[in-house]
């Protein structure tokens, strides 16, 4: 409860409040946005699936890709409150059968994707999550590995945004939907 007004936090209050920043991680200078408290939370968990669900349900997706690791809890969930399938966007070497890969640039050197093959069908209505967009390389890879499937990019959905790091702009005017803004 809001202590002057005894009235429940909005969500994004609520959320907001279970994002831990931890300094200095995982290099000096960063201030990580730590969102085990948010996992920990019931009404925080439930909260946030709720939000990034109403976001979506409209769109009639088919497949949901959460990229490794945080996406793949908040997206397996999501695909399963939307009635949709999930598919894993993994690092290399972690997929059992014949996978695509997708480079990608980070600011200290590079790293790479990969999905199934056979994991989207042509046509299909994809949604990528994740818990976090910064500078936008790793979403823009998935999203690019989605495309090289046929499968029909809808848009992307976080929990957190840091903002102030432009990631929006590697995404190519794409449907952006973000529960908690950093500037």
């Given at each position: ?132 967009i910064a500078t ?32 929006r702009k590697q ?13």
């Amino acid at each position: 409860m809001d202590a002057t007004s005894n009235k429940p936090p909005n969500a994004e209050q609520l959320l907001r409040g279970l994002v831990r920043d931890v300094p200095d991680f995982p290099k000096a200078g960063i201030i990580y946005k730590d969102i085990t408290p948010l996992l920990a939370s019931r009404r925080g968990l439930a909260a946030s699936l709720d939000l990034l669900a109403r976001a979506h349900a409209h769109q009639e997706i088919d497949i949901v890709v959460g990229i490794e690791s945080r996406g793949f809890i908040f997206g397996a969930a999501l695909a399963a409150r939307l009635g949709a399938g999930f598919v894993p966007a993994r690092k290399p070497g972690k997929l059992p059968a014949a996978t695509r890969t997708q480079k990608y640039a980070l600011e200290y050197g590079h790293d790479t994707l990969e999905m199934h093959e056979d994991a989207i069908t042509a046509g299909e209505r994809v949604l990528i999550c994740d818990d976090l967009i910064a500078t936008g390389g790793t979403a823009n890879a998935t999203g690019q590995l989605v495309e090289q499937l046929g499968g029909e990019l809808v848009g992307y959905s976080f929990v957190i945004e840091l903002a102030f790091l432009n990631g929006r702009k590697q995404l190519n005017g794409a449907n952006i939907h973000s529960l908690i803004q950093y500037d």
